[in-house]
């Protein structure tokens, strides 16, 4: 684990590149918790995340010759923007391995800051063991996104920043990937914390479907977990790093899931309530506040790690948010085929407030008689209890809906 004495000369680098992110107080997921919540926005960091910090105190730490040889890494994203905006400014070559099918936005970024990318593999597993291969066979030193000291040092320089803004925190919520993040905040507020004679408690959160941390600590070892397609595509990551894991498993306190549903729900909340753009990932933290996994802890510091989201994920984030949090329905009804029908559905779905957003007809159910149509109406509404008196006032008129996702 990174001393004390070495996450602070990492801050005194990093200090050179990125912002000093705001800290902002947040009244309406503290209404949820029961205590003070702060919000640490690194999705406003330069590069649009944490990754930045890791990145340039491991590159910084080169020796000439190595600095000489370039540098290689493999990213789906915000590590692949965080390299090569630290080798630019360090005056590096960097090349960046990313998978076929990366966001145009992300891919765009990394090539913006001046690195060669190179386009391999449709699953990252490929795209990293290309760039190994890569850095094998040209010197290029390999830059790992989490498994490296200078790395985890440089991602602990958040947790003195966290620690100091949120005048000495009781719990930190931080996300989970491969672990570079939460080990290096770890490491920094425990040991800041028994300096002062404090306690402090670290929770790492995790996706549901690729939850590699979770699965190796309750294992009490490396275990290789099996990774179901998430929207929280920056922490979806099977294997944790050896360091990373050794460091997690010793100091930071629980980790939690949360579904994809929990996560789109907590996206909804931090676009409307905090005004804040962030991608899944960097949610997962106020998703285990919002979805209960997480219960009043004291005065709380949630790590938005992130917000480089692509604005089609985004789109359909937003409805599966609203969907998730009972702000959108759909539901379909079988109709006779006669004329009337759909103007008296929708003045029963008025006369109960709810706003329809699209319809759909289809006789393609085999389900149907042959007399019958099925109608899809898409409509906002204000809750569970809003969705639940539309539903039974349209049962109250003949029908009989069936709530579709």
């Not at 491991?58 to 493999?74: D, F, Q, W």
């Not at 407030?353 to 109608?375: F, G, K, P």
């Amino acid at each position: 684990m990174p001393t004390l004495a070495e996450i602070e000369a990492a801050a005194a680098r990093v200090a050179e590149v990125i912002q000093r992110t705001p800290m902002q107080t947040s009244r309406s997921i503290a209404e949820v918790l029961g205590s003070p919540v702060y919000l640490k926005c690194e999705n406003l960091q330069r590069t649009g995340s944490y990754k930045i910090r890791g990145a340039y105190n491991r590159l910084s730490r080169l020796t000439p010759e190595e600095r000489a040889r370039g540098v290689v890494a493999a990213s789906a994203g915000n590590h692949a923007q965080g390299v090569a905006f630290a080798a630019r400014e360090l005056g590096i070559k960097a090349t960046i391995f990313m998978p076929v099918g990366v966001a145009l936005p992300k891919l765009e970024a990394t090539r913006g800051y001046g690195a060669d990318v190179q386009l391999v593999g449709d699953a990252f597993d490929a795209t990293n063991a290309a760039a190994i291969e890569f850095a094998r066979t040209t010197g290029g030193v390999f830059i790992p996104p989490f498994d490296h000291i200078d790395v985890v040092a440089g991602q602990g320089t958040l947790g003195l920043e966290i620690w100091d803004e949120a005048s000495a925190p009781d719990t930190i919520i931080v996300p989970i990937g491969g672990g570079g993040l939460a080990a290096g905040v770890a490491a920094a507020v425990k040991q800041r914390a028994a300096l002062e004679g404090r306690t402090v408690r670290v929770i790492g959160v995790q996706a549901e479907n690729a939850a590699g941390m979770a699965a190796s600590v309750d294992a009490g070892q490396l275990v290789t977990a099996e990774v179901h397609p998430t929207i929280a595509d920056g922490i979806a990551v099977a294997r944790p790093g050896e360091l990373t894991f050794a460091i997690i498993r010793e100091h930071v306190d629980e980790i939690v899931t949360v579904s994809d549903d929990e996560i789109a729900a907590a996206l909804v909340v931090l676009l409307e309530r905090a005004k804040q753009v962030v991608e899944p990932a960097g949610a997962v933290g106020v998703a285990a506040v919002l979805s209960g996994h997480v219960q009043d802890s004291g005065r709380t510091a949630i790590v938005l790690s992130g917000g480089n989201i692509d604005p089609l994920l985004m789109e359909r984030v937003i409805s599966r948010g609203l969907t998730a949090s009972a702000r959108y329905l759909k539901v379909a009804i079988p109709l006779s085929d006669r004329p009337g029908q759909l103007a008296r559905i929708s003045e029963i779905i008025a006369r109960a407030s709810a706003n329809v957003v699209e319809v759909r007809y289809s006789r393609q159910n085999l389900d149907l008689n042959i007399n019958q149509v099925e109608i899809e109406i898409h409509m906002e509404t204000r809750g569970p209890a809003h969705q639940d008196h539309v539903l039974a006032r349209l049962r109250d008129g003949g029908y009989e809906p069936r709530v579709t996702r």
